[in-house]
């Protein structure tokens, strides 16, 4: 029975085949989402796609957060929220976050809380 051990693979750049691009790893790691969410908010949290999230929380109308299964380095990090709902124009969105989660509210063009289902969130980074 063959004995499968573990590698790492080191390298300093990323290059394409014809060695006419090539990119440093420390912006292939940086430029990167730490965790993200794909989902339908409308009526309870359901995650169609993710990243580093474990689970999801509907608070209220407009408002629901995630729970990253690893959390950031610090609470200082960008999250970016979006939505699609077919009755709020011009929706608000914005995100508040800690180092193990974010929350995020959304509210439509007369800053009422409103669900928006088909909402996207991403965030920055990683510890």
């Known amino acids: 029975r063959p004995r499968i051990m573990a590698s790492i693979l080191r390298v300093n750049t990323l290059t394409d085949a014809s060695s006419n691009n090539s ?3 420390s912006t292939v790691h940086e430029g990167t989402n730490k965790a993200f969410v794909h989902g ?3 009526a309870n949290v359901v995650a169609s796609q993710s990243f580093n999230i474990g689970s999801g929380t509907d ?3 407009g408002k629901f957060s995630f729970v990253m299964t690893s959390a950031m380095a610090s609470a200082d990090y960008l999250g970016f929220v979006t939505a699609n709902h077919s009755n709020v124009r011009n929706a608000q969105h914005h995100a508040t ?3 193990a989660s974010v929350l995020a509210v959304t509210v439509d063009d007369d800053s009422t809380y409103a669900d928006a289902p088909y909402n996207a969130c991403s965030l920055g980074d990683l510890a």
């Open 23 to 25: 990119t440093a790893m």
């Open 40 to 42: 339908d908010i409308s």
């Open 59 to 61: 608070h209220a109308t």
């Open 97 to 99: 976050n800690n180092t």
